[in-house]
């Protein structure tokens, strides 16, 4: 009877005993895993997951490295956009003021920012849609010695008009 490993198997075959020890090893084990993962990103009782996914974005403030960073639970305690209401629950203008208002806290003076562009997302399932706003703002020397920079940054408005900004990256030491 061959063998691989010390196990003995009833498949006549080098291939057999390979397939044997797949079926008897690996195929259980992956199984608990994926129960594992299953059981880890179901939430309980309706409540959000902090598994519930997020978005970021890398951007930069006078050559700062910041990021902005969004979680699912905040996206899923927001209100939905229903398919059968016209407009979403915030209208853009509002969620541009947040959007304004939020990247003011960080820099301060906004005359040398600009909105370049809005994006209405959809979350990942069907009811839960996001503002995505990007700004570009003042040129800066390039950390490479070769011309200009520019500032930009991106900054995230829920449907609850709450508005989710840049915050500074903290380099650690390795």
């Given at each position: 009877m061959p063998s691989v490993a010390g196990y003995r198997f009833n498949g006549s075959s080098l291939y057999g005993c390979l397939c044997d020890l797949f079926q008897k090893t690996y195929v259980p084990i992956a199984l608990v895993i994926l129960c594992f993962i299953a059981a880890g990103s179901c939430p309980a009782a309706g409540q959000p997951s902090a598994r519930m996914g997020g978005a970021s974005a890398s951007g930069n403030i006078m050559g700062e490295d910041y990021s902005t960073e969004l979680l699912g639970?905040?996206?899923?305690?927001?209100?939905?956009?229903?398919?059968?209401?016209?407009?979403?629950?915030?209208?853009?203008r509002a969620a541009e003021r947040a959007a304004t208002k939020a990247l003011q806290e960080i820099v301060g003076d906004l005359k040398d920012w600009k909105r370049?562009?809005?994006?209405?997302?959809?979350?990942?399932?069907?009811?839960?849609?996001?503002?995505?706003?990007?700004?570009?703002?003042?040129?800066?020397?390039?950390?490479?010695?070769?011309?200009?920079?520019?500032?930009?940054?991106?900054?995230?408005?829920?449907?609850?008009?709450?508005?989710?900004?840049?915050?500074?990256?903290?380099?650690?030491?390795?």
């Amino acid at each position: 009877m061959p063998s691989v490993a010390g196990y003995r198997f009833n498949g006549s075959s080098l291939y057999g005993c390979l397939c044997d020890l797949f079926q008897k090893t690996y195929v259980p084990i992956a199984l608990v895993i994926l129960c594992f993962i299953a059981a880890g990103s179901c939430p309980a009782a309706g409540q959000p997951s902090a598994r519930m996914g997020g978005a970021s974005a890398s951007g930069n403030i006078m050559g700062e490295d910041y990021s902005t960073e969004l979680l699912g639970p905040a996206v899923y305690q927001a209100p939905q956009w229903a398919p059968e209401q016209e407009n979403p629950p915030i209208s853009v203008r509002a969620a541009e003021r947040a959007a304004t208002k939020a990247l003011q806290e960080i820099v301060g003076d906004l005359k040398d920012w600009k909105r370049q562009d809005i994006t209405l997302q959809q979350w990942s399932d069907s009811g839960h849609w996001i503002y995505r706003f990007s700004f570009n703002g003042p040129s800066y020397p390039s950390k490479r010695g070769t011309g200009q920079s520019t500032s930009s940054v991106l900054v995230f408005v829920l449907m609850n008009g709450q508005a989710v900004g840049p915050k500074k990256v903290v380099k650690t030491k390795s």
